[in-house]
C-alpha cells in the first residue's frame, strides 16, 4: 500500500494566478497521475507524471495549463496556470505499482476555489 | 472509447437495508473493473475489484460480480451500516497496452441513516 499526501487540502486564489499542488508518497511506485474533480462530476485523468521527463498529457489539457514536475519516484507536482473559475475543483493526485492495473493510492485532493 | 454509468444518486438508506449501486460499462476486449469509495474528508479507496467474467469481488462486506453478458458490476451489500456512508465509484481499465487510465463513474452518495 501507500499514503499520499497532497498539500495545500484547500486554496482560494484570485483569477489569473497560479498555485502549485504538491504530493509525497510514502513509498517508491512507478505510477503517479493527476486528476481533476469538477463539482458534481467524475474523476477525470489530467496527465501521467514521469519520473525525469515530461508529462503524458490526456486530451484536453496541455503542459502550459497544467505544468507537472516528477523529479524522482515519491513526489510529484501540479500547477494550475493562469486561473479562472473554471479551474475550481479538487485536485486529486494518485500512485500506483508498476505494472498499472488499476489498482491505486489517492491523497485527499487538494480542492481550489477560484475567484 | 470506454466508458462507466452509475447509478445516479445520492441514494439514502437505513442501517441494516439492502444496497445495491448499479454500475454498466462500455468497452472493447476485456477490461478490469473497480469499485472505489471515498469516505468523508478521505481520498479515493479502492473497496474491490475484478479481473475478468464471473468473477466476483468482495471486502467489508460488499461484492460485486464481473457480469460480460450484460456488461455489468453492480455493488451489492446485505445489511448497510452508518459508517458505510461515503461516495461509490465504478470504474474500468481498459484491456489493451495503451490504456493508461481507469475510466471512472459520476460517482453515488450513499447516506446511511441510524
Known amino acids: 500500500s501507500a499514503v499520499i499526501s497532497q498539500k495545500p487540502s484547500r486554496d482560494i486564489c484570485q483569477r489569473g494566478t497560479s498555485l502549485t499542488i504538491q504530493c509525497q508518497v510514502d513509498?517508491?511506485?512507478?505510477?503517479m497521475f493527476w486528476y481533476r474533480q469538477q463539482p458534481g462530476q467524475s474523476l477525470t485523468l489530467i496527465a501521467t507524471?514521469?519520473?525525469?521527463?515530461?508529462?503524458?498529457?490526456e486530451s484536453g489539457f496541455v503542459i502550459d495549463k497544467f505544468p507537472i514536475s516528477r523529479p524522482n519516484l515519491t513526489f510529484s507536482t501540479l500547477t494550475v496556470s493562469n486561473m479562472s473559475p473554471e479551474d475550481s475543483s479538487i485536485y486529486l493526485c494518485?500512485?500506483?505499482?508498476?505494472?498499472?492495473?488499476?489498482?491505486?493510492?489517492f491523497g485527499e485532493g487538494s480542492r481550489l476555489t477560484v475567484l | 472509447g470506454d466508458s462507466v454509468t452509475q447509478m445516479e444518486g445520492p441514494v439514502t438508506l437505513s442501517e441494516e437495508a439492502f444496497l445495491t449501486i448499479n454500475c454498466t460499462y462500455t468497452a472493447t476486449g476485456y477490461p478490469s473493473l473497480f469499485w472505489y469509495v471515498q469516505y468523508p474528508g478521505e481520498g479515493l479507496q479502492l473497496l474491490l475489484k475484478a479481473t475478468k467474467a464471473d468473477d466476483k469481488g468482495s471486502n467489508k462486506g460488499f461484492e460485486a460480480t464481473y457480469r460480460k453478458e450484460t456488461t455489468s458490476f453492480h455493488l451489492e451489500k446485505g445489511s448497510v451500516q452508518v459508517s458505510d456512508s461515503a461516495v461509490y465509484f465504478c470504474?474500468?481499465?481498459?484491456?489493451?497496452?495503451?490504456?493508461?487510465?481507469?475510466?471512472f463513474g459520476s460517482g453515488t452518495q450513499l447516506t446511511v441513516l441510524p
Open positions: 513509498s517508491q511506485v512507478t505510477m
Open positions: 470504474a474500468l481499465k481498459g484491456s489493451s497496452g495503451s490504456a493508461r487510465q481507469l475510466t
Open positions: 507524471a514521469n519520473q525525469g521527463s515530461e508529462a503524458t498529457y
Open positions: 494518485s500512485a500506483g505499482p508498476p505494472l498499472n492495473t488499476g489498482e491505486l493510492f
